[in-house]
């Protein structure tokens, strides 16, 4: 599979204070890639790094003529039109597209989010979810390859983070843009392909999706980093090998294995 972002040997400080040291990442084009680590371990830097908003210390990162798109934790800090429509033409404007192809771009985008209704609400008017739909649809509109989600559930409740998550694996699946989602949750990473595990600056684990991960865990815990409940409960199904897709029949099973060992 053909890389969309190839991480060598990436290392970056603030001043004297090192942030990330000897990051080694291929992240595959069109995968959901999620990038996982506690408060501090150097996250958001990745993020910034890969999305070009600030330069390495040191090694490269080649985006393979992919374009990249940066979504912050908090959507309302990415707004800068009080009309949606306005704010998703920033973008394509900037770019001196001609009116006609900016007028396809956000109606695609809009589109392709689920939010063609949004089109003349007031950004201070919409929900956390719907906001999330806008600044995603403002990065569709730049035609971006990669989407670099920071944190980006950390700001909902968990209607709008259902909204959210629906929304990038959509996008993943359907539109076939390569997701890297930046988390300290792993259920905000549940549909990841793969996972990369920072601590303190440096890449601990690879993991083939969450479910792997949360194995590897059970040997080297990652400080700060708690499954959650959800994840726990699937990972154990899927030890007892049972599918966790239909509740009501996982329940079945898991209660006639438990009747077995009595």
């Known amino acids: 599979m053909l890389p969309a972002v190839t991480i060598s040997q990436l290392s970056f400080s603030y001043r004297t204070k090192p942030v990330l040291r000897g990051i080694d990442i291929t992240i595959p ?31 490269t990162i080649d985006t393979h003529s992919n374009r990249v798109g940066l979504v912050l934790a908090n959507p309302a800090n990415q707004v800068v039109s009080l009309v949606v429509e306005e704010d998703i ?68 409740d968990p209607k709008n ?27 905000d990473l549940e549909n990841a392909d793969a996972i990369t595990a920072l601590d303190q600056g440096t890449v601990i684990l690879h993991a083939r999706g969450v479910y792997d991960l949360v194995r590897q865990m059970k040997e080297k815990p990652i400080p700060g980093i708690e499954p959650g409940a959800h994840i726990l409960f699937q990972s154990f199904l899927k030890e007892q090998g049972i599918s966790a897709d239909n509740p009501e029949e996982a329940a079945g099973k898991l209660a006639e294995k438990i009747d077995m060992k009595r």
Request: glycine share 10%.
């Open 89 to 156: 033409a920033f973008g394509p404007e900037n770019l001196r597209l001609e009116p006609e192809e900016i007028e396809r771009r956000i109606a695609s985008a809009l589109t392709n989010v689920h939010g063609q209704y949004l089109r003349h609400s007031l950004t201070t008017a919409i929900s956390g979810g719907e906001l999330a739909k806008v600044v995603f649809a403002g990065q569709l509109a730049l035609d971006t390859d990669v989407l670099v989600l920071d944190e980006g559930t950390v700001m909902l």
């Open 161 to 187: 983070r259902r909204i959210l998550l629906d929304t990038v694996l959509e996008l993943n699946r359907e539109f076939h843009k390569t997701v890297i989602h930046i988390s300290h949750r792993l259920d």
């Open 29 to 59: 084009r069109g995968s959901y890639f999620g990038v996982v680590g506690p408060n501090g371990s150097g996250k958001t830097t990745l993020a910034y790094l890969i999305s070009r908003i600030i330069p390495p210390s040191a090694g």
